[in-house]
Nanobody, 113 residues
Framework: QVQLVESGGGLVQSGGSLRLSCAAS????????MGWHRQAPGKQRELVAS???????NYSDSVKGRFAISRDNGKNTVYLQMNNLKPDDTAVYYCNVFGLNAWGQGTLVTVSS
Protein backbone atom coordinates (compact mmCIF):
# COMPACT_ATOMS: atom_id res chain seq x y z
CA GLN A 1 0.00 0.00 0.00
CA VAL A 2 1.27 3.45 -0.93
CA GLN A 3 1.95 5.80 1.97
CA LEU A 4 1.71 9.55 1.36
CA VAL A 5 2.99 12.31 3.64
CA GLU A 6 2.18 15.95 2.97
CA SER A 7 4.05 18.92 4.37
CA GLY A 8 4.47 22.64 3.83
CA GLY A 9 1.19 24.06 5.00
CA GLY A 10 0.91 27.05 7.30
CA LEU A 11 -0.44 30.54 7.81
CA VAL A 12 0.20 33.12 5.11
CA GLN A 13 -1.17 36.53 4.27
CA SER A 14 -3.28 37.15 1.21
CA GLY A 15 -1.02 37.49 -1.82
CA GLY A 16 1.65 35.28 -0.32
CA SER A 17 3.05 31.94 -1.46
CA LEU A 18 3.53 28.45 -0.11
CA ARG A 19 4.93 25.24 -1.52
CA LEU A 20 3.40 21.96 -0.48
CA SER A 21 5.23 18.64 -0.75
CA CYS A 22 3.91 15.10 -0.81
CA ALA A 23 6.32 12.22 -0.41
CA ALA A 24 5.22 8.77 -1.55
CA SER A 25 6.50 5.35 -0.61
CA UNK A 26 7.30 2.53 -2.99
CA UNK A 27 9.01 2.11 -6.33
CA UNK A 28 6.14 2.83 -8.73
CA UNK A 29 5.79 6.56 -8.15
CA UNK A 30 6.90 7.50 -11.67
CA UNK A 31 3.93 5.62 -13.10
CA UNK A 32 1.30 7.32 -10.96
CA UNK A 33 -1.07 10.11 -11.84
CA MET A 34 -0.85 12.35 -8.78
CA GLY A 35 -3.38 14.85 -7.58
CA TRP A 36 -3.71 17.64 -5.07
CA HIS A 37 -7.13 18.11 -3.54
CA ARG A 38 -8.43 20.48 -0.90
CA GLN A 39 -11.31 20.57 1.52
CA ALA A 40 -12.47 23.80 3.08
CA PRO A 41 -14.64 23.82 6.21
CA GLY A 42 -18.19 22.85 5.36
CA LYS A 43 -17.36 22.11 1.73
CA GLN A 44 -16.72 19.02 -0.34
CA ARG A 45 -13.24 17.93 -1.24
CA GLU A 46 -12.22 19.25 -4.65
CA LEU A 47 -9.43 18.39 -7.06
CA VAL A 48 -7.25 21.43 -7.73
CA ALA A 49 -4.35 20.02 -9.74
CA SER A 50 -3.09 16.78 -11.24
CA UNK A 51 0.04 15.61 -13.00
CA UNK A 52 0.56 12.60 -15.22
CA UNK A 53 3.70 10.47 -15.65
CA UNK A 54 4.56 12.48 -18.77
CA UNK A 55 4.40 15.69 -16.67
CA UNK A 56 1.24 16.97 -18.36
CA UNK A 57 -0.89 18.91 -15.89
CA ASN A 58 -4.46 20.01 -15.26
CA TYR A 59 -5.85 22.66 -12.95
CA SER A 60 -9.21 23.71 -11.64
CA ASP A 61 -10.39 27.09 -12.84
CA SER A 62 -10.14 28.45 -9.31
CA VAL A 63 -6.35 28.01 -9.17
CA LYS A 64 -5.29 28.17 -12.81
CA GLY A 65 -2.51 30.71 -13.29
CA ARG A 66 -1.69 30.81 -9.57
CA PHE A 67 -0.81 27.21 -8.64
CA ALA A 68 1.73 24.90 -10.27
CA ILE A 69 2.03 21.16 -9.74
CA SER A 70 5.30 19.38 -10.39
CA ARG A 71 6.98 16.10 -9.56
CA ASP A 72 10.44 14.74 -8.84
CA ASN A 73 10.45 11.03 -9.60
CA GLY A 74 13.93 10.67 -8.11
CA LYS A 75 12.54 11.80 -4.75
CA ASN A 76 9.10 10.19 -5.07
CA THR A 77 7.65 13.62 -4.39
CA VAL A 78 4.94 15.80 -5.89
CA TYR A 79 4.81 19.52 -5.20
CA LEU A 80 2.19 22.24 -5.30
CA GLN A 81 3.55 25.76 -5.65
CA MET A 82 0.82 28.18 -4.60
CA ASN A 83 1.21 31.86 -5.47
CA ASN A 84 -1.03 34.88 -4.98
CA LEU A 85 -2.93 33.06 -2.29
CA LYS A 86 -6.42 34.21 -1.37
CA PRO A 87 -8.54 33.67 1.74
CA ASP A 88 -10.74 31.31 -0.34
CA ASP A 89 -7.71 29.02 -0.69
CA THR A 90 -7.91 28.24 3.03
CA ALA A 91 -8.37 24.48 3.33
CA VAL A 92 -6.75 21.20 4.23
CA TYR A 93 -4.74 20.07 1.22
CA TYR A 94 -4.35 16.38 0.42
CA CYS A 95 -2.39 14.51 -2.20
CA ASN A 96 -3.51 11.22 -3.66
CA VAL A 97 -2.71 8.60 -6.24
CA PHE A 98 -5.36 8.38 -8.94
CA GLY A 99 -6.96 4.95 -9.09
CA LEU A 100 -5.78 3.96 -5.62
CA ASN A 101 -7.41 4.60 -2.29
CA ALA A 102 -4.21 6.25 -1.13
CA TRP A 103 -4.39 9.59 0.65
CA GLY A 104 -2.09 11.54 2.87
CA GLN A 105 -3.08 12.97 6.24
CA GLY A 106 -3.44 16.46 4.82
CA THR A 107 -1.73 19.75 5.53
CA LEU A 108 -3.59 22.89 6.59
CA VAL A 109 -3.24 26.09 4.61
CA THR A 110 -4.68 29.24 6.14
CA VAL A 111 -4.71 32.50 4.20
CA SER A 112 -5.46 35.63 6.17
CA SER A 113 -6.94 38.73 4.59
Amino acid sequence: QVQLVESGGGLVQSGGSLRLSCAASGSLFRFYIMGWHRQAPGKQRELVASIRPDDSTNYSDSVKGRFAISRDNGKNTVYLQMNNLKPDDTAVYYCNVFGLNAWGQGTLVTVSS
